[in-house]
């Protein structure tokens, strides 16, 4: 069983940083593609960035040039820097991994296998 861990969420102020981390342990798989997904009260979860075994790197048009994410091959874990952040980035925000995707797949729920438990991101005004 693989387990996806999420840490670094919190509260901070509109136009502050935060940097969350994806940690993954368990049996040893080969992903394709570790992805990251927010979900608003009231909203679809939604896609915010992700980050291929080759390091190709994928972002929604709402966090282009303030969200980076990375990867420590060697720790198996992905981050998600986010800088500037709006009260519109509030949400929890979860870490997921898929074995395979296809063309522009990255952004589909449905493509990614593995999920963590979420963690919370709230952005004051």
């Known amino acids: 069983q693989v387990q996806l861990v999420e840490s670094g969420g919190g509260l901070v102020q509109a136009g502050g940083s935060l940097r969350l981390s994806c940690a993954a342990s368990?049996?040893?798989?080969?992903?394709?593609?570790r992805g990251w997904f927010r979900q608003a009260p009231g909203k679809e979860r939604e896609f915010v960035a992700a980050?291929?075994?080759?390091?190709?790197?994928y972002y929604a048009d709402s966090v282009k040039g303030r969200f980076t994410t990375s990867r420590d091959n060697a720790k198996n874990t992905v981050y998600l820097q986010m800088n500037s952040l709006k009260p519109e980035d509030t949400a929890v925000y979860y870490c997921?991994?898929?074995?395979?995707?296809?063309?522009?797949?990255?952004?589909?729920?449905?493509?990614?296998?593995?999920w963590g438990q979420g963690t919370q991101v709230t952005v004051s005004s």
């Open positions: 997921a991994a898929a074995l395979y995707y296809w063309g522009s797949a990255y952004d589909a729920t449905s493509t990614y296998t593995y």
């Open positions: 980050i291929s075994r080759s390091d190709r790197v």
């Open positions: 368990g049996r040893t798989f080969s992903e394709a593609i």
